[in-house]
């Protein structure tokens, strides 16, 4: 891969300001576009099957803009079609504007050989015919999302609907109580932006775009991790994307960067919060450690005696740091910090703010605490968490 002359030398401090400010961290919340302004923002708001404080996907737009309620929240993803679900850095939410930009992907899944589920043979078509006729619809109203118990042991109606989702005929329309709602793409995408007109390199050059403003300045890998690419995609589209090259301090591997970002200095307040293991922010382990010397890792899939953290582990992000680590959960009305670790007695406060503001947006009017990793801590925490609490 050969790279341009970059048009800027950023410090690692610049670099992780303008991340911060791309990320929806650092200046003013733009409260009038709400959570769909942080959807197209973003580009992309992972979803997970966990729930400790909420979903990922209503902690995403949370930790920027604070206490949005829950069901505004999810209005704003799926009321109006503002939103569908696809495969982008994992199970995302994205803006249904970037509907046409997928479309690589899902030719790549219709030219697929080969899948984990045999497909039963009459039931795909089984599957559309009804939806035309009856949608929207759960995998169960269509007759049925598992055989057994066993969570992957899928019913044919199952592997044919997720089969027509990544192929693009069908979309998820909404999540109700966590279950897929289905409905025909012809229906519930945008007339005119329903159309697999776009060729693959228009939709890499676009989303290689996306990224480098999502993340304000990404190595290579860090472009091609948002949004799954490979490498080589990156690589045929970059020069071509608007993205600048840039060199980062520190960092040792070519860089590129929102030639906006580049534009002004990034300045304003910076947000305290608890964040989402499944925040953008902190998706790809490798960045977060290169701009925030932070190492973190989910530990929910990891045995129970080899946990380090804890089982949701939400790092505390204050002052444009990631000062510690609180792992939750919730007892009636209390949020409780099973473990919590911090970078000394001066991330006590911001921690304490996070933990009460987290308290109150999930409607819990305590906060109790069970171990603190720095025993010298425990008294200061609490001491603050009591002043907050009143």
């Keep these: 891969m050969t790279t341009s002359r970059p048009i800027a030398e950023l410090s690692a401090d610049?670099?992780?300001?303008?991340?911060?400010?791309?990320?929806?961290?650092?200046?003013?919340?733009?409260?009038?576009?709400?959570?769909?302004?942080?959807l197209r923002h973003l580009g992309a708001v992972q979803l997970d099957t966990i729930s400790v404080l909420a979903r990922s996907h209503e902690l995403i737009p949370y930790a920027r803009l604070g206490a949005v309620g829950r069901r505004t929240v999810e209005?704003?993803?799926?009321?109006?079609?503002?939103?569908?679900?696809?495969?982008?850095?994992?199970?995302?939410?994205?803006?249904?504007?970037?509907?046409?930009?997928?479309?690589?992907?899902?030719?790549?899944?219709?030219?697929?050989?080969?899948?984990?589920?045999?497909?039963?043979?009459g039931v795909y078509d089984q599957v559309i015919k009804q939806l035309r006729a009856e949608g929207p619809l759960t995998a169960t109203e269509l007759g049925g999302a598992k055989r057994t118990s066993e969570w992957w042991d899928w019913s044919g109606t199952k592997v044919a609907v997720e089969r027509a989702l990544m192929y693009g005929e069908v979309v998820c329309v909404e999540r109700r109580g966590w279950k897929r709602v289905y409905d025909l793409a012809e229906r519930a995408v945008p007339g005119h932006l329903l159309h697999d007109e776009l060729d693959d390199t228009e939709c890499l050059r676009r989303l290689v775009r996306l990224a480098g403003e999502a993340l304000g300045v990404g190595t290579r890998a860090d472009i091609a991790d948002y949004h799954r690419l490979k490498g080589e995609q990156v690589d045929a589209v970059i020069a071509d994307s608007g993205l600048v090259p840039v060199s980062v301090e520190g960092w040792g591997k070519a860089a590129w960067a929102d030639p906006a970002a580049l534009a002004t200095a990034p300045r304003g307040r910076h947000r305290t919060t608890l964040l989402s293991p499944f925040d953008s922010l902190i998706w790809e382990r490798a960045r977060t450690e290169r701009i925030f010397g932070f190492t973190h890792r989910l530990e929910a899939y990891v045995p129970k005696p080899k946990r380090i953290h804890g089982y949701f582990a939400m790092p505390v992000l204050a002052g444009g740091r990631l000062i510690g680590r609180v792992d939750?959960?919730?007892?009636?009305?209390?949020?409780?910090?099973?473990?919590?670790?911090?970078?000394?007695?001066?991330?006590?406060?911001?921690?304490?703010?996070?933990?009460?503001?987290?308290?109150?947006?999930?409607?819990?009017?305590?906060?109790?605490?069970?171990?603190?990793?720095a025993p010298e801590l425990r008294e200061p925490l609490t001491a603050e968490l009591a002043r907050l609490l009143g």
């Design 328 to 373: 939750p959960a919730r007892e009636g009305r209390t949020l409780v910090a099973r473990q919590i670790s911090m970078e000394g007695l001066k991330a006590v406060a911001p921690a304490a703010q996070a933990l009460v503001e987290a308290a109150s947006w999930v409607d819990c009017t305590d906060v109790r605490v069970e171990r603190v990793e």
């Design 14 to 38: 610049e670099a992780r300001r303008l991340t911060l400010r791309a990320q929806g961290f650092l200046g003013a919340p733009d409260r009038k576009a709400g959570v769909r302004g942080v």
């Design 75 to 121: 209005d704003a993803y799926w009321k109006d079609t503002h939103a569908f679900e696809y495969w982008s850095h994992a199970a995302c939410i994205l803006p249904i504007e970037e509907w046409p930009h997928f479309a690589f992907r899902r030719r790549a899944y219709r030219s697929r050989p080969q899948w984990n589920h045999d497909l039963p043979d």
